[in-house]
């Protein structure tokens, strides 16, 4: 074990994990036959990055992983963090705002043949060009 994973181990048993900060996507109309996505500052010029699709059969430990960022894609199989479902399959997509210079994540999960949206304030960051897809 190297002497980083020593200080994340040691920094994750000081730190008790936070629960993530989450808000419901607000959408502003654009027409009568679609809505313009809402950055959480309440913005409406957002552009899309990275995003990770996840699949996995219910409750599964290992899950099926496709990352997808401006210079190309990767699958491989994983232990899912990052999914927003405990349980399924599930989506994030990093959106970067012109208006507040920040990048949110907006997260879709299933949860009981439910589809559910939301933004996950926790993995917030300031400007973070990595993450455009522009």
Known sequence: MSAENDFEKLMRNLI???PARRKRPGFAAMGPDYACLLCPCGGDTLHHGKVDV????????????????PAGALTMRTDGKGNPSSRRGGMTIAFWCEHCDQTNVLEISQHKGSTLVNWNLSLAKPGDSGNRGD
């Open 54 to 69: 996840y699949w996995r059969v219910e409750d599964s430990a290992l899950a099926t992983q496709t990352t997808v960022v």
């Open 16 to 18: 008790p994990p936070q």
